[in-house]
């Protein structure tokens, strides 16, 4: 990918549109798209801006590196890697937070030839899950919902998502998310923006406009889910397996 760092920075929006009752949620915030073999190397000054942890991502406690615990997931599903690359969209970790509803990865064989398409799903209760995917040429593909996100929805139904791997050149990126429930569409969830070559000038402007922005994503989800419950909307449970284990 071009840029000094090897990655491109995106100023992203998301749409977040839910059908009962009807409410939309809008929130701009950066998204990074890097290669796992070729992570950002920030200088010392502006590393606290932009850092790409394991924790923030590992299933497995401990994981070395991300792409040690994500090749161990697809290992478990009869999928190997064999040194081929692998491309993250993500937020990262600034000023010591970070909360990512979804990161993305995108892998290649060593041939170069598509894998797979990983769904990271954080939420609010400290809880990840990834749903193994193997969208069509376009990037569409399903699965059902085996994890719990919000407390405004039930734990079961099925996602249809459309995740084509963006182009290294930064065009333009345009994601969505659906949620399908037995009675219709329950949540659809778009992310879309334009990506430039991630530097330290980019990085700079992006904070500025964008300050505190993974807190902000945060404080957002709360203060959306408050509103849905002085509504009096019924809330569904988080079971302890969607749950961050106590330590």
């Excluded at 998204?31 to 991502?57: C, E, G, K, S």
């Excluded at 090749?71 to 000023?95: C, F, K, N, P, Y």
């Amino acid at each position: 990918m071009p840029g000094r760092w090897g990655a491109l920075l995106y100023e992203a929006r998301t749409t977040h549109v839910r059908a009962e009752p009807r409410r939309v949620f809008r929130h701009r915030f950066p998204l990074w798209l890097v290669d796992l073999d070729a992570l950002p190397q920030l200088p010392w000054p502006l590393r606290p801006l932009a850092r790409f942890l394991p924790r923030d991502h590992a299933l497995r406690p401990g994981s070395p590196t991300i792409r040690h615990d994500l090749e161990r997931e697809l290992a478990a599903h009869g999928l190997r890697l064999d040194g081929g690359r692998v491309l993250m969209l993500t937020q990262a970790r600034s000023l010591g937070h970070v909360f990512n509803p979804l990161t993305v990865y995108w892998c290649r064989d060593a041939a170069g030839a598509p894998l797979c398409t990983v769904a990271e799903v954080h939420n609010t209760y400290g809880g990840r899950h990834r749903y193994l995917l193997h969208p069509d040429a376009a990037g569409l593909a399903g699965a059902a919902k085996t994890f719990h996100v919000s407390p405004f929805l039930p734990s079961d139904g099925r996602y249809r998502l459309l995740l084509p791997e963006p182009a290294p050149d930064g065009a333009r990126l345009h994601l969505s998310v659906r949620l399908e429930l037995p009675d219709g569409p329950a949540l659809t969830a778009t992310v879309s923006g334009t990506g430039r070559p991630a530097g330290p000038a980019a990085l700079l402007r992006t904070t500025l406009r964008h300050p505190l922005a993974t807190f902000a994503v945060s404080v957002r989800i709360r203060a959306q889910g408050v509103r849905l419950w002085l509504r009096g909307l019924p809330v569904h449970p988080c079971p302890p397996a969607a749950r961050a284990p106590r330590p």
